[in-house]
């Protein structure tokens, strides 16, 4: 499948006008497909600034802190 980019401007209408021909039930999928994308965006994210923080040296000690509440916690 060939895709182009499409100037959002065009694009939205367009995007509207078939929304507004959509029943409950697919406006529900697409409601899921879009939440489904935020999360991949907000999941990106978050990776790219633990990565950061990483390479910073600001998680130096996370791993030595999870054994220590492992080791205090009463299901350990």
């Keep these: 499948m060939s895709e182009s980019i499409v100037?959002?401007?065009?694009l939205r209408p367009e995007l509207h006008q078939r929304i507004?021909?959509?029943?409950a039930e697919q406006l529900e999928l697409l409601r899921?497909?879009?939440?489904?994308?935020?999360?991949?965006?907000?999941?990106?994210?978050?990776?790219?600034?633990?990565?950061a923080a990483r390479r910073a040296g600001?998680?130096?000690r996370v791993d030595e802190?999870?054994?220590?509440?492992?080791?205090g916690h009463p299901y350990a």
């Design 65 to 71: 802190i999870i054994r220590e509440v492992r080791a």
């Design 7 to 10: 100037e959002p401007g065009k």
């Design 20 to 23: 507004d021909r959509m029943d």
């Design 58 to 60: 600001a998680l130096g």
């Design 32 to 51: 899921h497909i879009l939440l489904k994308l935020e999360l991949d965006q907000v999941v990106g994210k978050l990776h790219e600034t633990f990565d």
